[in-house]
């Protein structure tokens, strides 16, 4: 409270600047920006004491949000804030691009580099193929990108406003006085979707939403199922977060590991810092050492203050302000509006088996992850398209085609933590060129898978649906037989029929000897290999009929595998002879 105190009294000075005298009955931006408090200068700067139009808005900056206004004005409260978003992510889009040149091939290691910045006063002539794309296809979600350049879809950008804004709340001039843009810290999901909408999709998988092929639904004559002017959708289960708690996406993802932690990190992951445990088997430190989580408390407004303890990540620390414990009772609180949500702790036998120590939570948990295989890049030099970062068309137009959506099974690989999770094309890039003569030049192709959690979590799987499955093995989607002489394997996909120059199809990562076909995009990421696989197969041996964790077999794991190995249970008298 202290803290907000500080800053009444450190801008009560602006409280009879000139700015009012125009500017009448201005509504706050919240209860910790109030005009009577803070005036307009100490954000937008200008003359304080001018009598005039012209000399009251010199040197004015309109929106003061923007990060390179920010540095000036919203560092005197937020300078650490400012800082963080500054190297985050989401402002350099550095890991983008640089995942862009690895498969595109102008690089043969993902290098570090200054994102969006390295490419600003790059001439157009000298981007290559990957920077051209990037600026074209990537860059509009920038999040300090200039919000009057977007045309009939969703305004992004504006620096901080780009999240923190009340929907496409504005400012503008009423009838009663001037109406001020509000901010908000209870950030709606449909803010998140602005961006999280494209790449892995995962915002769209989290609602239920899965891009469908162009297909359209119709609802009284209407199309009902368009995501933008040229993306529809298919309804899939949703995510149980947001279909059973009605949970957005800030209520899991916290402020460090969204708006940065001052690290320049090379990937997403880097970044994020909230993972399944940290709820379900969450860390509790007491809330008198952790004023963070009482001060983001208070900005809510919804969530109560802690008072006694409050859960904090296992990666960094970082308050989970709305998971709170008082007399071990431990409660859950929507940031929306404050509500108790009810919330499972990890339990159960099959949480604790050590065969299953190497599967990250989406592995069972992820109903299904969109799959983009064989994504067509076409670039027409003859053609112009608009530069997000240049803020203008220049030459060079892309076209993406797609080849084979699918969503019903997840193929598993080892993600960048190491662990066994879904993996999905990331992308399967087969790159070409018309020249400005119109002649076809059939550039490169570049297969690669990614492993992440899709954003699609609900009760568990059952065991067949990876012990049996040839997509999870990794070999793609087709009919799977067990015979004594090994796999017998018909895929779906045939690449060679379907017009790939490749050996083996797209949907599949790898063969069921493991070795792998498709690159991934990050070091510790690779295909299922022979010995992993065969222990998948070797599994469904004891799932043809342990089917269920209810299984008495499966209480004490370890007895059962000594009974079984000393042949004093049926089924191992006759496998084991």
């Not at 004015?60 to 004005?73: C, D, Q, S, T, W």
Request: glycine letters at 6%; proline letters at 2%.
């Amino acid at each position: 409270m202290k803290f907000f105190i500080l800053i009444l009294l450190t801008f009560a000075i602006y409280s009879n600047e000139s700015c009012l005298n125009c500017h009448k009955n201005t509504t706050d931006i919240d209860k910790f920006h109030k005009i009577k408090d803070m005036g307009c200068a100490s954000c937008h700067g200008g003359n304080i004491k001018a009598t005039s139009k012209s000399l009251a808005h010199k040197n004015m900056v309109k929106n003061p949000a923007r990060l390179e206004h920010a540095k000036i004005f919203c560092t005197k409260c937020h300078k650490d804030i400012v800082n963080r978003v500054n190297k985050s992510i989401m402002n350099t889009q550095s890991g983008i691009l640089d995942t862009l040149r690895y498969q595109f091939k102008e690089s043969t290691t993902i290098k570090k580099s200054g994102g969006i910045k390295d490419l600003k006063n790059k001439p157009s002539s000298k981007l290559t193929l990957a920077e051209d794309h990037f600026s074209k296809m990537c860059a509009a979600c920038h999040i300090n990108e200039k919000e009057e350049i977007f045309k009939n879809i969703s305004k992004r950008g504006g620096g901080c406003v780009d999240c923190h804004r009340v929907s496409e709340d504005k400012s503008e001039f009423t009838l009663n006085g001037f109406k001020h843009t509000k901010f908000t810290t209870r950030i709606k999901n449909k803010t998140c979707l602005k961006c999280h909408n494209r790449s892995n999709r995962i915002g769209l998988s989290y609602i239920g939403e899965f891009e469908s092929e162009g297909y359209n639904h119709f609802k009284n004559g209407k199309v009902s199922n368009k995501l933008d002017i040229h993306r529809s959708f298919y309804n899939l289960p949703a995510d149980i977060h947001h279909s059973s708690g009605k949970l957005a996406c800030i209520d899991c993802h916290t402020e460090v590991g969204v708006m940065g932690d001052g690290k320049e990190h090379l990937h997403m992951e880097g970044a994020v810092d909230i993972s399944c445990k940290d709820c379900h088997t969450p860390k509790f430190i007491s809330a008198n050492k952790s004023p963070l989580a009482v001060k983001l408390a208070i900005i809510n407004a919804k969530v109560p203050i802690p008072t006694d303890m409050v859960a904090v990540t296992k990666r960094k620390n970082t308050p989970l302000y709305n998971l709170q414990k008082v007399d071990n009772n431990i409660t859950f609180y929507r940031k929306s509006d404050g509500r108790k949500i009810s919330l499972p702790l990890l339990k159960g036998a099959y949480h604790k088996h050590s065969f299953h120590k190497k599967l990250d939570c989406s592995t069972c948990h992820s109903q299904w992850i969109p799959s983009c295989y064989g994504c067509h890049e076409v670039y027409f030099k003859d053609g112009k398209q608009f530069d997000w970062i240049k803020k203008r068309a220049t030459n060079g137009q892309w076209l993406e085609l797609r080849s084979y959506l699918r969503y019903e099974d997840n193929t598993l690989a080892i993600g960048y933590n190491k662990k066994i999770m879904p993996a999905a094309p990331g992308c399967q890039v087969v790159m070409s060129v018309y020249e400005k003569n119109g002649t076809y030049n059939h550039k490169f192709d570049s297969f690669a898978f990614g492993a992440w959690s899709p954003h699609s979590i609900g009760k568990s799987k059952k065991c067949v649906d990876c012990h049996a499955n040839s997509t999870s093995l990794g070999i793609g989607q087709g009919i799977m037989h067990f015979k004594k002489s090994g796999i017998k394997f018909k895929p779906y996909f045939n690449s060679k029929k379907s017009g790939f120059n490749i050996n083996y199809n797209i949907d599949a990562l790898n063969d069921i000897n493991g070795t792998q076909n498709q690159s991934f995009s990050r070091e510790n990421a690779r295909a299922l290999n022979k010995k992993e696989i065969n222990k998948i197969i070797e599994a469904y041996k004891c799932i043809i009929c342990h089917d269920s964790w209810k299984d008495k077999i499966y209480l004490d794991f370890n007895r059962s595998k000594e009974l079984f190995f000393n042949k004093e249970t049926k089924c191992s008298k006759k496998l084991l002879k």
